[in-house]
């Protein structure tokens, strides 16, 4: 690959839109949701189904229910997204899918919560 197809690759990379949101990891035999905000809802769905072939728990929340219950009691869902905007910075980007995961976390009660 020269260089100029290296600096396309790198510049269109740069101009995809990003979107973040808020994901529920759920614990299908106990019913419990461990949510996450995340800048990237298609690489935190990378990672999940990476870490359910691995089967090791995606985060380290998880990581004694995972031994119990086995990757294949756990599913994802997306509960909503968010496209960072043009003049966004990452910081604010940041922010604003951190206080859509409260907002989220006011939907459920602390008890079904890891």
């Known amino acids: 690959m020269n260089s100029e197809d290296k600096k396309k690759i790198i510049s269109e990379y740069k101009q995809r ?3 973040g949101g808020v994901i529920a990891v759920k614990n299908n035999a ?4 461990l949510l996450e905000a995340t800048r990237n809802i298609e690489g ?4 999940f189904e990476f870490s359910k ?7 380290l929340k998880l990581a004694q229910d995972w031994k119990i219950y086995g990757s294949n009691a756990f599913s ?14 990452p910081k604010e980007f940041n922010d ?8 989220w976390r ?4 602390a008890d079904m919560l890891y």
């Open 53 to 59: 072939k691995m089967g090791s728990a995606v985060t």
């Open 17 to 19: 839109d990003e979107v």
């Open 96 to 103: 604003d899918v951190k206080l859509l995961k409260e907002f």
């Open 30 to 33: 106990t019913g419990k949701v």
């Open 76 to 89: 994802i869902e997306v509960l909503e997204t968010i496209k960072k905007g043009e003049t966004q910075t």
């Open 106 to 109: 006011e939907k459920f009660s």
């Open 44 to 47: 935190y769905k990378n990672r």
